[in-house]
């Protein structure tokens, strides 16, 4: 009996990767890949099967290490299976259509989002789940460690050190769930220099360092030009700052990009001014580097911002406001976004978003027939987190009776138009998730943000009190009474949506002292790029495709 | 392009006519006029087969302001929320004092 | 922190920035919404119209002076003129042109925002604009014309070459201001050409920084409605300066010291150009020699000249006096030319040298005939098929080229000699607008090869996103968008239209038919009046452009 225990190796993982590096000794120069040998090094590096976790960020992505792995040989190295955060490049599937990979855990498909549910449907990719972000990245810790990471860096130093900046997002989890368990981790870097402007990431986590021809794909994912906001948007906008934010008091938040938020952003320094909120709401934030905001933080109503990541255009506005932004001594920011995920969870008051679909239950997703977009972080901070133990004046404001054993609960906002262009109703019978899950072969529906999460929502026609509702019925109906004309709106009578006004289930503007002719665009704080690039005394440099001068 | 007409019957008279919009993209232009007897509201969309909701959001309108008035509507794919948007504008430029001549 | 906010006059919609420009409370709108005076074309092709048709015209004050502004609302239809934003243009010039006349002073200011001609119309738009152009020439002699491009769509196809000659232009940096847009040259020429994605290169080539450091625009803005009314006031205030559309001599020179096969970048041009009036001592080697191409410019052009050696040359542009009747004429074409300078335009397109040339040979007509009591006719064959499509086309400023030919042709109608254009080929776009509308009479061949429009067939079907078949479709139904020069006839502008001529190659008879119309055209157009008002009075034009001639009537009633 004792031999069976003395022959067990209790350091396979380690051994496995003390062979596999041997095995690139000659193609590498100590922790160096020569640019040129990196199909090669990666051929012998990654084993069929391994598990590899590839930045596939949201706005960074290890560019030059997706379009090697795709050159890979799918007879030396095949069945992978990919941990990614976002889908972003066509490279991401086609290493499933060449059967180098197989399997994937991922979070967001975005651009990729119809091929996407094509391979799927045609059973290339095999999907283990779709997640929001932050749970991915606890899965990381649990049971999909990866045996290799690809990520992307700015800088790199001779000891394997990493300069990641404002790009850092989530390579230090990645990174760190790889490394300590006897992973293999891969960075691609834009340059190799004698001193980093900081040490982001240490070098005995790493690997090996590989130059790339060119820098890191990086996109301005959160950038929305002023001008496309709508006067509809600024309507809803008012109301949630009257009906929401003044009414509970909401000091921490998220804002999901959109033009619905940065309408909110854009009106603070005119809109809240005028109701007197400065200083009493929208302090401190969990939220991308939105240009929009930056005339409410010129005008002194943001103490604080922390990032999931960076945002092209904006580095130097953040490096002149460190007393808002995280920078380091280096005086970069400093991204992070499984800590800013946590922060989204637990550390905030409110989260709003918009949605394309909602049921008559309050459950919305953006996942439509054919396209398979995932979640992103929504989930994560769309819902109410039963672990939070922390008062603050807006979690509070939640409880609605008055037993002796009461929490409070996270403000999950939903804002939406009705009609999407086109005449779309926003309002379905039945989400299409169904229908995908089916398609996809998922074992659930992939329902973005739960009904029973949301406190309130926000259309044209007013704001819905859910949380208030007394029954599943009570809450159908308050959302049916702002449904406008859409076949649930239909549903509702005058004297009902009366009732619901009266109970405070559900507010008109003009219960909320907003006149709908006054949402005009000369309300908004900056009504193009080019007014940001004001505000900000032209630190803001917004990338070309936002330009128009 | 649709062309559809709604009457009803009002009561309030208007001080003035209104003319509100742009024939833009997901916008619409509201031409907004006194009538002595009945309303009438002619409506020129862009897209076809939407009867029913331009019918539930006139419905809605006259219910809230039961005016007497003659309304033209050239729209070019605008939302049901933006519609009574500009309902509504034209109704309070048509009230609004300064407005008149 | 507030003051950070501005003003915005882009923001405004072209109603509200009538109302910005002119004095406080004199803003007062003819033809407005309530006239109802919408397009009389599109809602029979299932578009829907606009009450105004999306052109603004009101009578006020600026700076306590009558004025009259224009302005197009961008948001309808991309802000394309059409019949009747096109009379309401061309109109309102007009009635300021006779205040002018009884000693009234009346301000024009033109608030540009606008695509150019309405595809969905096409040839009403076309047509219209040549009538803009014409009172712009006319009412230039009294008062400076003031345009302002704000932005948000700019001022494009053949409204960049009205621009090209008012007499002072604001810009602000986002305005643009071009003949082609970046997306019809990339289609015509290829990405290489110019790639309509790359912002920054749109920007620095047409945009309104770019215009002014080159002195294609004369003032640049902010956007802030107090800098713009300051701008448009001064405008009036000052000295009014010679217009652009008549700087011939300066344009020519500075194209000949351009190479056309170099690169050149858009900063390199301030250098060479500059705000004033720079000019470089370096002149590009010309080509000399004989050209092979033939087209039925060349064909006609030798034939009514009789001059085959002058219709031979490698140049672009022909021009040659003869004898018609008892007297001297002029005689132009704009023919393909395989040595032309510029590559872009080989076609026989109106590209810039063209532009500038024509403008040339007609002032020198002019000058020639200064002291005559009879001036001289001219003559303008007219088959071309485009402009020249190009990136340094519209760096260099073909928009203000075309404006040229424009200004040339126009101020020699006024001045009495009399303009004929006799269309054997095709007359497209702004090609025909420099060179062939501005003639007090136009007379064309009943040939299938002779054909008037705005836009090449396959690009219009792509702009407005209907297949060729809806477009030819639509074209039954609204004949001004049709091609063919049958349907163009209806319209009422020709003076006549000639059956059984030879297009390809004119026989002894044909061409005596032709002398003889030419003759009886320049008669009739040495009795009429010397502008283009006797285009609404034809038969067929009363009936196919009724809502030009209404639109001028409510016009002048609704003036005063």
């Avoid at chain 1, 040998?37 to 997706?66: C, M, P, Y």
């Avoid at chain 1, 169904?434 to 926000?458: C, Q, S």
């Avoid at chain 2, 509507?73 to 309070?92: C, K």
């Avoid at chain 3, 303009?419 to 040939?447: E, R, T």
């Amino acid at each position: 009996m004792a031999n069976i225990q003395e022959t067990r190796s209790w350091t396979t993982r380690r051994d496995h990767k003390r062979k596999q590096l041997k095995s690139v000794a000659e193609l590498t120069k100590g922790r160096i890949i020569p640019m040129a040998n990196i199909v090669a090094v990666l051929e012998k590096l990654i084993a069929s099967g391994d598990k590899v976790a590839l930045e596939g960020n949201n706005q960074k992505q290890a560019s030059f290490l997706s379009m090697a792995l795709a050159e890979l040989d799918a007879v030396k190295v095949h069945g992978l299976h990919m941990i990614m955060s976002a889908i972003a490049r066509p490279e991401h599937l086609d290493i499933f259509e060449k059967g180098i990979a197989q399997k994937l855990d991922f979070s967001f498909a975005g651009a990729q989002s119809l091929r996407m549910a094509q391979m799927i449907e045609d059973g290339l990719i095999e999907v283990g789940a779709i997640h929001t972000y932050l749970e991915l990245y606890a899965r990381l810790f649990v049971d999909l460690t990866p045996n290799i990471a690809l990520v992307a860096a700015d800088k790199a130093d001779a000891n394997g050190n990493l300069y990641t900046g404002p790009n850092t997002e989530e390579t230090p989890a990645i990174i760190e769930a790889t490394a300590f368990r006897d992973g293999i981790v891969i960075v691609q870097v834009n340059e190799i220099v004698d001193e980093l402007p900081r040490v982001d990431i240490p070098g005995s986590w790493v690997d090996f360092v590989v130059e790339a021809d060119k820098p890191y794909q990086l996109e301005a994912l959160f950038t929305r030009d002023p001008r496309s906001i709508t006067e509809i948007q600024i309507l809803m906008a008012m109301m949630t700052l009257r009906g929401i934010y003044e009414r509970h008091e909401v000091i921490s938040l998220n804002h999901g990009v959109g033009f619905n938020t940065a309408a909110i952003e854009l009106l603070l320094p005119t809109y809240g001014k005028s109701l007197g909120l400065k200083g009493k709401i929208c302090r401190n934030w969990a939220l991308n580097p939105h240009p929009t905001l930056i005339p409410a933080i010129e005008s002194g109503w943001v103490e604080s911002v922390h990032c999931f990541g960076g945002e092209v255009g904006m580095e130097k506005y953040i490096a002149a406001r460190p007393d808002v932004f995280f920078t380091g001594r280096d005086g970069s920011m400093r991204s992070n976004r499984a800590f800013c995920q946590m922060a989204g969870q637990y550390a905030v008051d409110l989260f709003i978003g918009s949605t394309l679909q909602m049921d008559a239950d309050g459950n919305s997703s953006t996942v439509t027939l054919g396209r398979l977009a995932g979640f992103g972080g929504a989930p994560n901070m769309g819902h109410d987190p039963g672990g939070r133990r922390h008062g603050t004046p807006a979690w509070l404001n939640m409880i609605t009776g008055d037993s002796a054993i009461q929490r409070g609960k996270k403000l999950v906002v939903q804002v939406v138009e009705t009609f999407q262009q086109g005449n779309k109703s926003v309002f379905v019978e039945s989400l299409d998730a169904i229908e995908v899950a089916h398609a996809a072969k998922l074992p659930i529906a992939p329902v973005m943000i739960y009904g029973d999460d949301v406190t309130h929502v926000v259309t044209e026609e007013g704001i819905a009190y859910l949380y208030k509702a007394r029954s599943l019925d009570e809450r159908r109906e308050a959302l049916a009474a702002i449904a406008g004309v859409t076949t649930l709106g239909m549903d509702i009578s005058h004297k009902q949506r009366d009732a619901l006004r009266e109970n405070g289930l559900v507010a008109l503007p003009e219960d909320l002292g907003v006149k709908r002719t006054e949402a005009k665009r000369s309300l908004l704080a900056a009504k193009s790029i080019d007014e940001l690039v004001a505000w900000s005394g032209g630190l803001y440099t917004p990338p070309a495709k936002f330009r128009s001068w | 392009m649709e062309t559809l007409t709604f009457n009803y019957k009002g009561t309030k008279k208007l001080p003035q006519r209104a003319h509100v919009g742009v024939v833009g993209s997901g916008d619409l232009e509201v031409l907004l006029e006194p009538a002595e007897d009945v309303s009438e509201v002619v409506v020129r969309t862009r897209f076809d087969g939407y009867g029913p909701i331009w019918q539930e959001i006139m419905d809605r309108f006259f219910a809230v302001h039961d005016i007497k008035a003659k309304i033209e509507i050239n729209d070019f794919g605008a939302t049901p929320g933006m519609v009574s948007m500009r309902l509504l504008q034209a109704v309070e430029v048509s009230y609004d004092e300064q407005n008149e001549k | 922190m507030m003051s950070k906010m501005r003003n915005s006059f882009v923001e405004l919609k072209a109603r509200e920035r009538a109302q910005t420009v002119l004095d406080k409370g004199t803003f007062r709108e003819l033809l407005g919404p309530f006239d109802r005076m919408e397009s009389p074309h599109l809602a029979v092709q299932d578009i829907v119209p606009a009450s105004d048709d999306g052109m603004i015209v009101a009578r006020g004050l600026i700076g306590g002076q009558s004025a009259v502004v224009i302005a197009m609302e961008g948001a309808f239809q991309g802000g394309g003129i059409g019949e009747v934003a096109g009379a309401k243009f061309a109109g309102a010039l007009e009635l300021a042109l006779e205040d002018h006349k009884k000693g009234v002073p009346t301000r024009p200011v033109i608030i540009l925002d606008t695509g150019g001609v309405r595809l969905q119309e096409a040839n009403y738009g076309l047509l219209a604009i040549s009538e803009i152009q014409s009172a712009v020439v006319a009412l230039r002699e009294y008062v400076p014309i003031v345009g302002v491009i704000p932005g948000k769509i700019g001022c494009f196809g053949g409204m960049s070459m009205t621009a090209g000659l008012f007499s002072t232009l604001i810009m602000t940096r986002e305005g643009r201001l071009t003949l082609n847009g970046p997306e019809v040259i990339e289609q015509e020429a290829g990405v290489l050409e110019f790639d309509s994605k790359d912002k920054l290169l749109i920007w620095n080539t047409l945009g309104g920084a770019q215009r002014y450091n080159t002195g294609l625009a004369d003032v640049l803005v902010a956007d802030d409605t107090t800098e713009i009314c300051a701008a448009v006031e001064a405008a009036f205030a000052e000295q009014a300066n010679e217009p652009r559309s008549r700087k011939v001599e300066l344009f020519l020179s500075r194209l000949a010291a351009i190479n056309p096969v170099k690169s050149l970048s858009p900063t390199a041009l301030y250098e060479l150009w500059g705000k004033g009036e720079k000019r470089s001592a370096q002149v590009m080697r010309q080509e000399e020699g004989v050209s092979h191409k033939k087209s039925r410019g060349r064909s006609w052009f030798a034939a009514l000249t009789g001059d085959a050696v002058a219709a031979g040359k490698a140049t672009s542009v022909l021009c040659s006096d003869v004898l018609l009747g008892d007297e001297e004429v002029r005689i132009l074409a704009v023919v393909p030319n395989e040595h032309s300078r510029f590559p872009r335009a080989r076609q026989g397109e109106v590209g810039l040298e063209e532009g500038w040339t024509l403008a040339k040979y007609v002032r020198a007509a002019m000058e020639a005939d200064a002291d005559k009591a009879k001036r001289r006719p001219i003559i303008a064959i007219v088959d071309v098929p485009s402009q020249a499509y190009g990136y340094k086309e519209e760096l260099l400023g073909l928009h203000q080229s075309c404006a040229a030919a424009v200004d040339a042709y126009a101020t020699a109608r006024f001045l009495g000699h009399p303009v004929i254009a006799l269309v054997v080929g095709n007359a497209i776009s702004g090609a025909f607008l420099a060179h062939g509308y501005q003639a007090n009479q136009i007379i064309a061949l009943n040939d299938p090869g002779v054909l008037v429009h705005a836009m090449s067939k396959q690009s219009a079907a792509r702009v407005t996103k209907r297949s060729i078949a809806e477009l030819e479709a639509a074209a039954k139904i609204v004949p001004g968008i049709a091609y063919d020069i049958g349907s163009y006839a209806t319209l009422g502008v020709l003076y006549e239209l000639l059956e059984n001529i030879h297009a390809d190659a004119p026989t002894k008879e044909d061409l005596m038919i032709i002398e003889k119309t030419v003759l009886a055209a320049i008669e009739q157009a040495r009795t009429l009046p010397r502008n283009l008002q006797n285009r609404l009075s034809s038969t067929a034009a009363q009936m196919a452009r009724k809502a030009s001639i209404i639109v001028r009537d409510k016009l002048q009633k609704q003036w005063a």
